[in-house]
């Protein structure tokens, strides 16, 4: 049936539907990459292939975020010297929004999460123990005070 103007469309109501079905899917999938990663109350979902590596690749993945985290201090010293790139950032400073406005802090926590998680699972693989606390612990007290500035 052609299309006239005194009536509705068919094709209007079959791109609609398509556009809910497309947009479900988003959402679904946005819920799925969501439980990932560092959540809200601070733990760390490691993905399918870190949960399923060797002992072997779960010693090296963590000994080479343990060296990433031992270079964030710094790393957030320079950025807290530096004028903040961006509106929220310098309020965040100001008034001492999370992570003090700096990106480095951010960072260090979840990078920090995910090595506590990777840690965990080392131990429930019984594989090689690798002490966080003590390699950390030089990094956290320098953190606590880039955080108290």
């Known amino acids: 049936m052609p299309i006239t103007l005194g009536r509705a469309a068919a094709v209007k109501s079959v791109r609609a539907a398509i556009g809910i079905v497309l947009l479900a899917g988003v959402h679904q999938l946005v819920g799925c990459m969501s439980s990932l990663g560092l959540q809200p109350d601070g733990n760390y979902f490691l ?30 010293m320079a950025e807290q010297a530096a004028p903040p790139p961006t509106a929220s950032l310098l309020f965040g400073r100001w008034f001492g929004g999370p992570g003090k406005g700096l990106k480095v802090v951010r960072e260090y926590d979840r990078e920090r999460a995910h090595v506590y998680a990777l840690q965990r699972l080392m131990r429930e693989k ?24």
């Not at 590596?53 to 201090?73: E, F, H, T, V």
């Not at 002490?131 to 880039?146: K, P, R, S, T």
């Open 47 to 76: 993905e399918r292939h870190e949960a399923q590596a060797s002992c072997d690749a779960l010693y090296k993945n963590i000994w080479g975020r343990i060296q990433i985290l031992k270079g964030l201090p710094a790393k957030a």
């Open 126 to 149: 019984k594989c090689v123990a690798v002490d966080v606390d003590l390699e950390l612990a030089e990094v956290n007290a320098e953190m606590a005070n880039i955080r108290k500035n």
